[in-house]
Nanobody, 124 residues
């Protein structure tokens, strides 16, 4: 099992930047593909970005491509989401997720473990 704790959320003006951090427990972090999802009030949870277990392959939602960057440090059991050029429509609770057994991808059902979420609010 793995436990995930997100941090780094907050209030930022449009055009600003934030870096989200997801710290994972356990000694087998490198076996998990990792993803970031977000959920705005009244909306379904949506995919933001994901990164493979070890070769660093990444995939992004079209809405964040070119603005957000996902990365991981397996030595620190940490995954990051650098968010630049933030827009009011990026406002949501952001969740970190881990996928075992070669699962993962862009749908929430592909992930086995979730963090508690961190709020990101972008003001116009």
């Amino acid at each position: 099992q793995v436990q995930l704790v997100e941090s780094g959320g907050g209030l930022v003006q449009a055009g600003g930047s934030l870096r989200l951090i997801c710290d994972a427990s356990g000694r087998t972090f490198r076996r998990y593909a990792m993803g970031w999802f977000r959920q705005a009030p009244g909306k379904e949870r949506e995919f933001v970005a994901c990164i493979s277990r070890s070769d660093g392959h990444t995939y992004y939602a079209d809405s964040v491509k070119g603005r957000f960057t996902i990365s991981r440090d397996n030595a620190k059991n940490t995954v990051y989401l650098q968010m630049n050029s933030l827009k009011p429509e990026d406002t949501a609770v952001y969740y970190c997720a881990a996928a075992d057994n070669y699962r993962g991808g862009s749908h929430p059902s592909g992930y086995d473990y979730w963090g508690q979420g961190t709020q990101v609010t972008v003001s116009s």
